[in-house]
């Protein structure tokens, strides 16, 4: 792993806003360098689970153990395997979870781990525990999938160009390399143009190959039966693909649903899809004082809902 340290995003409202107290247990879903945890560790006397997808935080878990003992447990598995990994352990609900949804700069500043457009190095970005990487897709998916793939998870208009000149020179030889695909993408758009869609290609390989986005979907859903009564939910997420998921479940779940009839002239309103109370209105945004530190914090959002 790169020495390149992650900020924590947040860090003082994420605290907060988990709501942390004594005797508590909580979950941080995305490890990292264990800066959440090991904030909530020391904040109160409480027990944090931890869950990373990546092998490569294993050195720093290790850290952690040495100096939290049992207060501290690690699983390396997706975010979507929390709760099985709960019932499996005989693991009881949960006092909060905390999501850092997204790469951490660790793996974004490893060149050869291919996340990074900046870097000439093999095309993986997989983050760990994948059935799929990068180099897989861009040789292998068919011609609509690709041009899907870029539209939907990277919002690139020119998805279907680009998907037709990827598939027309990976006859000639396989693309293997993040610069190969950088220039492929400079030699179709230009220089200029391509300075745009890069980007949001790599963000979309990324997405798929990862299934961020499937991911978080479960793991939201499954936060119902993770947290106990007045256990609090806490995201921070960085895209607006990311942020309309949270922010539709927290809708569904915060919000009762409405049931207009012309036959019964009442609003009906049904609240049987509630589990959560809004804690915040709007998302809580980082200071200017912190993205003038950090500014890989410039586009997070942190959102947080109570179990009922
Ligand atoms: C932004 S970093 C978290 C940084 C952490 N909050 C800290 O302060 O050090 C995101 C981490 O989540 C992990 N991750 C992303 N998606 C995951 C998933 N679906 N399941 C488990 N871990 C995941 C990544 O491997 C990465 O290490």
């Known amino acids: 792993m790169q020495d390149t340290p992650h900020i924590p995003v947040m860090l003082n409202e994420v605290l907060e806003n988990l709501n942390i107290k004594d005797g508590g247990v909580y979950v941080d879903g995305t490890f990292g360098n264990g800066g959440y945890t090991s904030a909530i560790l020391d904040k109160a006397n409480t027990k944090v689970i931890a869950f990373d997808r990546d092998e490569t935080v294993l050195p720093r878990v290790k850290e952690l153990k040495d100096k939290y003992g049992e207060r501290f447990t690690f699983f390396q598995n997706c975010f979507s395997q929390i709760l099985p990994t709960f019932q499996n352990n005989g693991i009881d609900k ?157 809708k569904s779940k915060t919000e009762a649903k409405q049931t207009f009839s012309r036959y019964v002239p009442i609003d009906i309103k049904n609240n049987e899809n509630l589990s959560f109370k809004s804690v915040n209105k709007n998302a809580i945004i980082p200071s200017k004082q912190e993205v003038d530190v950090n500014p890989r914090a410039r586009s997070a959002k942190l959102r947080v809902v109570e179990k009922l």
């Not at 291919?114 to 993986?124: H, Y």
Request: charged content about 25%; aromatic content about 8%; glycine content about 8%.
């Open 94 to 250: 949960v006092n909060g979870l905390v999501l850092d949804i997204g790469v951490s700069s660790m793996q974004i500043d490893t060149p050869e781990r291919g996340f990074s457009f900046r870097f000439d190095a093999p095309l993986s970005m997989a983050m760990g525990k994948n059935d799929l990487d990068a180099k897989e897709v861009i040789n292998n998916f068919s011609e609509s999938e690709l041009s899907d793939i870029f539209y939907k998870y990277g919002e690139e208009p020119r998805s279907r160009a680009l998907a037709r000149r990827i598939v027309s020179l990976r006859g000639e030889k396989p693309i293997c390399t993040t610069f190969e695909l950088v220039g492929i993408i400079k030699n179709l758009f230009g220089e200029w143009q391509a300075s745009k869609i890069t980007p949001r290609i790599f963000q979309a390989l990324r997405i798929f190959v990862n299934d961020e986005l499937g991911e978080l979907e479960h793991i939201l859903s499954d936060s119902e039966s993770l947290l106990k009564s007045g256990g609090r939910l806490v995201v921070v997420d960085f895209h607006s693909l990311e942020d309309r998921i949270v922010k539709n479940f927290i």
